[in-house]
């Protein structure tokens, strides 16, 4: 059965986030936990909650065997801009753009 977990509005750009995503990419959910733990990385950090949140799902909604769950997909897109101004010198601005990310991540037993 495959399950999903989803993270709208991850405060963190998708370039940063898919850079994190192909090293977990169909592993196993135990090995990309340990690959994830390690990956000094705020991107790693958020891919996984969301993949913890994949495997409780499983778990709980579908009855599913932790140890049998694998990363079949992981899809990371691009999310609303949050848009600020920086005043800079002479009357002019600056401006920042503030990136978000839509995280969803498919996990299924076999």
């Not at 977990?5 to 090293?23: D, G, I, M, W």
């Not at 936990?33 to 990956?39: C, E, K, N, Q, S």
């Not at 005043?87 to 498919?106: M, N």
Request: proline share 2%; no cysteine.
């Amino acid at each position: 059965m495959e399950t999903v977990a989803k993270h709208h509005h991850a405060r963190s750009s998708a370039q940063k986030l898919r850079l994190v995503a192909k090293l977990i990419s169909g592993k196993k959910a135990s090995q990309a936990l340990d690959i994830l733990t390690y990956t000094n990385k705020k991107a790693a950090h958020l891919i996984k909650q969301v993949l913890k949140s994949a495997i409780a799902n499983a778990d709980h909604n579908d009855g599913a065997d932790i140890d049998h769950l694998k990363v079949t997909k992981i899809f990371i897109d691009v999310g609303p801009s949050i848009k600020r101004i920086m005043p800079r010198a002479k009357g002019r601005v600056d401006h920042i753009v503030k990136r978000t990310s839509h995280i969803t991540i498919f996990v299924s037993d076999h």
